[in-house]
């Protein structure tokens, strides 16, 4: 018998995002295509998984719902905001790892740009009622 719930691998390569945001959606559909070697996973910040793993870095448990930002772990290092992006990208490799020219550009400049879009993405892009449901071909990529 086949196991089919999603296993962490050992990279631990997880991008942390809001589920009920449809831009943040879109964004991780994006990555899941162009991660052609696949060492990239992804849980929700509403999962159980999330919780589990963010208070073990620091995040209190009960504003770990709350937080608006992509939070990028990777192994034990964790990235937010603009320096989680531009290390998504870069991870992602191909023309992708060309992205890291960006941090050439102030944390706070990117900060500022990352808050702007992500304060209106409920306004421009929209909100679902539920969490994505992972198709069969990226289950194995979805924690949570």
Request: aromatic share 14%; charged share 30%; net charge positive.
């Amino acid at each position: 018998m086949k196991n089919n719930q999603p296993k962490q691998n050992s990279n631990k390569l997880i991008v942390f995002y809001d589920g009920y945001c449809i831009l943040c959606n879109r964004t991780i559909d994006f990555v899941i295509k162009y991660d052609k070697k696949e060492k990239i996973q992804f849980a929700s910040l509403q999962s159980d998984f999330a919780l589990s793993v963010l208070s073990k870095f620091g995040y209190e448990f009960e504003k770990i719902k709350k937080i608006d930002n992509v939070i990028y772990l990777q192994k034990t290092v964790v990235k937010i905001k603009s320096d989680a992006i531009l290390s998504i990208l870069s991870d992602m490799g191909g023309i992708y790892h060309l992205s890291k020219i960006f941090y050439c550009v102030p944390r706070f400049i990117r900060d500022y740009l990352y808050d702007q879009i992500a304060n209106r993405r409920y306004k421009w892009f929209g909100k679902r009622d539920t969490c994505r449901i992972p198709t069969k071909n990226e289950i194995h990529k979805i924690l949570g």
